[in-house]
């Protein structure tokens, strides 16, 4: 069985090959931190967040980048509004991202840069353009030469002869930066500074990098020149990953990555939900409405990744709805899994040491190789939950079941790893309740022996960690400043 990917380069769906076998290194252009995640960042976290469980899921070591744009004219905005500063806001709505990404269960990427950690390795991207004749300074600011970048629009599958020079929204005659350009489809890579905004030295004077070159520096010095898997929305194909790929190629000759997966948009009203066109709901808005955050994972994965997605109050009660059904059988194992002498007193029911089904986890691969069709995953979850809602039905109405004991065992770990791999997961309460009785310190302990592993690297060790603590009730919540945690 092979996975084979949608490519947006190639307009083709192609076997998945990596450069360096068993390894997957994988880039996702993270937020701009000015305001709340909405929930077109938790469809493209899930959808990503998805897609890296899976390869691991099927064998491969991944490498997660996702960075943070700190630097932009957005968060300044937002910090004039506020009288704050762009680094208070920009660490603000960090925070807040790590808050709502931990109660939607995405796994933490292994970095974060941020475009203001990256100040060498942006300018030295750009001295280096400038070196091979692609970029231009210009009144302090530098810029980009299109024009010299003979491959321009192949990601997009836009030509510059097509692009009406006035019509494009890239071209502003009355922005002052079309003064500078010498010809209106170049873009900055370096901006001077303005009065009163934080600025960097650099050789062309004080100033901040523009947006496209912090991505191209930070997967260049994260993880290298050819890269397997560059991910984000679909409305970052053009212009931002188009000049990702001119600003990296033009200087390493290399293919910046293999294979370019886009996540469709998630709408409202037939138009993108964003951030400046102010439609957004929150994340934590709707979690706080009691939406169950298994819910929305669900809602995102039970469409095809690349469409775009309403979002309607009715397709996030259906969701509900499906969640419900899912954690039913979920819950099997804890509700009827001593009655029925699976493997007592091991807490896990022998999940590791029992085989699972291998016909319906090769209907979830089958599945899901195929440009990850999410939806159909889910629905090889449903048939094993509903098959096991209605062999509880059976138990509780009959107090026994005819079905062997061990066949539902295997139906149940099945059902339960296979939803991991989605990171679908549900708590029994009542397990909850009993382990509520954590102290302060065990908890710190356990916090420390996490921060322990992944410093040796041992990322598993430190998801498990993770995943017993929130087990018993307990969240953490990672920062730059460290981890914190809350009782669920
Ligand atoms: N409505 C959406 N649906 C799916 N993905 C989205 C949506 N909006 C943004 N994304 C993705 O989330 C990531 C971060 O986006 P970004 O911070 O630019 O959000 P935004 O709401 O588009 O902000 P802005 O309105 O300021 O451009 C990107 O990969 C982007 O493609
Ligand atoms: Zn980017």
Redesign the pocket.
């Given at each position: 069985m092979t996975l084979t990917v949608y490519n947006t380069l190639t307009r083709r769906q192609e076997p998945f090959k990596t450069v360096e076998p068993g390894k997957v290194k994988m880039y996702?252009?993270?937020?701009?931190?000015?305001?709340y995640?909405?929930?077109?960042?938790a469809?493209?976290?899930i959808v990503w967040d998805v897609v890296r469980r899976y390869l691991q899921f099927i064998g491969y070591e991944v490498r997660y980048v996702q960075n943070f744009?700190d630097v932009?004219d957005?968060i300044l905005n937002r910090a004039r509004q506020e009288h704050s500063s762009m680094e208070a806001v920009a660490e603000r709505f960090i925070k807040a991202y790590f808050e709502d990404m931990a109660r939607l269960g995405i796994k933490e990427a292994d970095e974060y840069p941020r475009a203001t950690h990256t100040m060498n390795g942006i300018q030295r991207l750009i001295h280096e353009l400038e070196n091979k004749g692609f970029a231009y300074p210009s009144d302090g600011d530098v810029y980009y030469a299109v024009r010299q970048f003979g491959e321009y629009g192949k990601l997009s599958g836009r030509k510059l002869e097509d692009m009406q020079a006035g019509k494009s929204d890239r071209v502003n005659i009355e922005d002052p930066e079309y003064q500078k350009k010498k010809d209106p489809f170049d873009f900055a890579l370096w901006k001077a500074a303005k009065p009163g905004e934080p600025a960097w030295e650099s050789p062309w004077g004080a100033g901040r990098p523009g947006w496209h070159i912090e991505c191209s520096a930070m997967v260049r010095d994260r993880l290298g020149e050819t890269i397997d898997i560059h991910?984000?929305?679909?409305?970052?194909i053009f212009p931002h990953h188009e000049n990702e790929i001119a600003q990296s190629e033009a200087v390493t000759g290399k293919p910046l990555a293999n294979y370019w997966l886009?996540?469709?948009?998630?709408?409202v009203d037939g138009e993108?939900?964003?951030?400046?066109?102010g439609n957004?709901t929150t994340i934590r808005d709707l979690l706080d409405r009691n939406v169950d955050p298994m819910a929305l994972r669900l809602f995102v994965l039970m469409a095809q990744y690349r469409k775009p997605?309403d979002f309607t109050d009715d397709a996030i009660a259906a969701a509900t709805n499906g969640w419900h059904t899912l954690k039913e059988g979920l819950l099997f194992g804890h509700q009827y899994g001593k009655q029925l002498n699976w493997g007592v007193g091991s807490g896990e029911w022998g999940v590791e040491n029992t085989s699972l089904l291998p016909e319906f986890v090769e209907r979830f691969q089958e599945a899901i190789n195929d440009d990850f069709n999410f939806p159909g995953g889910v629905s090889v979850l449903f048939e094993l939950a509903k098959e096991l809602r209605r062999e509880g039905n059976i138990i509780v109405h009959e107090g026994k079941t005819d079905t062997p004991a061990e066949e539902l065992q295997k139906q149940w770990q099945t059902l339960v790893t296979l939803a991991e791999v989605l990171g679908l997961t549900a708590q029994p309460e009542a397990e909850t309740t009993v382990n509520d009785g954590l102290s302060d310190a065990e908890i710190e302990d356990l916090i420390q022996q996490r921060q322990a592993a992944r410093k040796a690297r041992n990322f598993a060790e430190g998801d498990r960690i993770r995943n017993e603590l929130q087990a018993k009730g307990v969240t953490l919540i990672d920062s730059p400043e460290g981890t914190r945690w809350h009782r669920s």
């Open positions: 996702y252009c993270g937020v701009t931190v000015y305001d995640c909405h929930l077109g960042h469809r493209a976290c744009t932009d957005k991910a984000g929305g679909a409305d970052l886009h996540n469709g948009m998630v709408k993108k939900m964003s951030k400046s066109l957004f997605l």
